[in-house]
Antibody, heavy 119, light 106 residues
Framework: QVQLVQSGAEVKKPGSSVKVSCKAS????????INWVRQAPGQGLEWMGG????????KYAENFEGRITITADESTSTAYMTLNSLRSEDTAFYYC????????????WGQGTLVTVSS | EIVMTQSPDTLSVSPGERATLSCRAS??????VAWYQQKPGQVPRLLIY???TRATGIPARFSGSGSGTEFSLSISSLQSEDFAVYYC????????FGQGTKLEIK
């Protein structure tokens, strides 16, 4: 069973950065893309960007360009999403999800990481 | 950016009846549409990809159709566990999601 396991909840101050990790089973990591999606409380889903680890190819949504960095460590089968210059509106659940490419359906999803931005 | 618009925002249907949810793309996305189900406190679950292909383990009462700009998800004979929020997603280029349709018990 393919699994994506994310890091735990974070509380951050406005203006700071957060780095969320997503560990995958090795066969999943090598052959697929990892995408990141966020969901503010009570709101819908928002695609943030993704990475193809084997090629280190990344794509970012325009809304996050300049504030987001997605990286991957093939040796540990772990993807990372760093979001900078946090503001209260960034309070959300952040999900990683597997995809066959950067433009693809998402399955499965990680369990989600709640990031709370508060002074 | 391709905007996905779902309708209605909320759909009230009785158990055992059929529900049909709609999703419209602001420009053609071919058949590159997926549907997800999300229950309160849970992670989104893939139901349909390629507009009409059911994901592994998804019951046959779920079906998807459409191409171009108009898509629909139908759920025949609604079960209690089907009441949830449903999202469509296009992946023809930069992925984007619809705002969601809440399917509630009538």
């Amino acid at each position: 069973q393919v699994q994506l396991v994310q890091s735990g909840a974070e509380v951050k101050k406005p203006g700071s950065s957060v780095k969320v990790s997503c560990k995958a089973s090795r066969d999943t990591f090598s052959s697929y893309a990892i995408n990141w999606v966020r969901q503010a409380p009570g709101q819908g889903l928002e695609w943030m960007g993704g990475i193809i680890p084997i090629f280190t190819t990344t794509k970012y949504a325009e809304n996050f360009e300049g504030r987001i960095t997605i990286t991957a460590d093939e040796s540990t089968s772990t993807a990372y999403m760093t979001l900078n210059s946090l503001r209260s509106e960034d309070t959300a659940f952040y999900y990683c999800a597997r995809a066959s490419s950067l433009w693809s359906w998402l399955d499965p999803w990680g369990q989600g990481t709640l990031v709370t931005v508060s002074s | 950016e391709i905007v996905m618009t779902q309708s209605p925002d909320t759909l009230s249907v009785s158990p055992g009846e059929r529900a049909t949810l709609s999703c419209r793309a602001s420009q053609s996305v071919s058949s590159n549409v997926a549907w997800y189900q999300q229950k309160p406190g849970q992670v989104p679950r893939l139901l349909i990809y390629g507009a009409s292909t059911r994901a592994t383990g998804i019951p046959a009462r779920f079906s998807g159709s459409g191409s171009g700009t108009e898509f629909s998800l139908s759920i025949s004979s609604l079960q209690s566990e089907d009441f949830a929020v449903y999202y469509c997603q296009q992946y023809n280029n930069w992925p984007s999601f619809g705002q969601g349709t809440k399917l509630e018990i009538k």
